[in-house]
């Protein structure tokens, strides 16, 4: 009897409708994920872009300015380099003797003990 009593219940349209509308529910829980995964796919390629733009722009600053800093370096540079040419030229003497005491210290220095 109980038997009976379940497949008339399992048969009867409501439990046939209550079924289809689960079913109906979970199509649409579904598509309603699946759409906001594929928003949350765009958005994430948007961001992509975005970073590999932004990144592109800061890249170009610091190599700008790596320029600047080498320009830098070579300017001081050339300006050293002439002020000891012109310490050189004024003070012949001085320079040939702190040329010989550098030559000294070097060679002990690299030479080592003996």
């Not at 349209?13 to 949350?40: E, F, I, N, W």
Request: hydrophobic share 40%; net charge positive; proline share 1%.
């Amino acid at each position: 009897m109980a038997k009976e009593m379940m497949k008339d219940i399992n048969g009867s349209d409501a439990v046939k409708s209550a079924k289809g509308a689960d079913v109906s529910v979970l199509r649409d829980d579904l598509k309603t994920l699946k759409d906001d995964a594929q928003v949350v796919l765009d958005d994430a390629k948007i961001l992509s872009r975005n970073l590999k733009s932004e990144g592109r722009k800061q890249l170009s600053v610091a190599e700008e300015r790596a320029k600047e800093a080498l320009e830098d370096a070579k300017v001081k540079g050339r300006d050293q380099m002439e002020a000891m040419a012109k310490f050189v030229q004024n003070n012949p003497g001085q320079s040939i003797a702190i040329a010989f005491v550098g030559g000294i210290i070097a060679s002990m220095l690299l030479g080592g003990r003996r």
